[in-house]
């Protein structure tokens, strides 16, 4: 039977001045709310941080699923732990990937490793045993709109097998350029989790395009091989 696709509403694409009812627009549709993080740094764009997010699980019960596009996220995790994150991703290009992985675990922090459209499989094979999530960038991080990269479906396709022939608990998300015609190409691929921003908010009606999204992912859903193991 084919995974049920999961949907996570990028908040960057919202009107950060009418964030909480751009949340409970789109509550209904929404298994994680996605949180982008940017420093100026490691993006160059700034975003929001802790504040944001402490003021956010106030409104909502969602999980609050952070990606931390910065060059020190190590520093700022138990912030984001104590105003009430359910996980973060951390980019694995920073490199002292072990640590901070280490460091989400023992704030109680589910562990997303977040990894760029140029950064190979090799890059973060060795910590798949490790984390909640890997996190498959389609786009280059830094803006929300762009184009999907068709390209690094190989990759996802790869994590896919790696993940399943090794039989471990971890979800494949995809960020950036997601939407009604993409997110089939990686459903297919093997990712389960949809990270979209201008293709839900950016609509006139929110929860029905992010509807569409997941039947669109569900009717391409990666079929799980009943000879794995
Ligand atoms: C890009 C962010 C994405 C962004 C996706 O750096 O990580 O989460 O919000 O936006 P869309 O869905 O518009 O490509
Ligand atoms: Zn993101």
Known sequence: MAQV??????????????????VDTVAPEADLLHVDVMDGHFVPNLTIGPPVVRSLRKHTDLYLDCHLMMTNPGKYLEA?????????SVHVELGETETLIAEMRHLGLDAGLAVNP???????A????KIDLVLLMTVFPGFGGQTFMAEVMPKVRRTREEIDRRDLPVAIQVDGGIDEDTAPIASEAGATVFVAGSAIFGQDDPVEAARRIRAAADRAGWEPSTTAG
Request: aromatic letters at 10%.
């Open 80 to 88: 984001f732990r104590s105003a009430g994150a359910n996980g973060c």
């Open 5 to 22: 696709a999961r949907i996570a509403p990028s908040i960057l694409s919202a009107d950060f001045a009418c964030l909480g009812d751009a």
């Open 126 to 129: 060795e910590h798949l045993d």
């Open 118 to 124: 140029d950064t190979p499989f090799e890059a973060f």
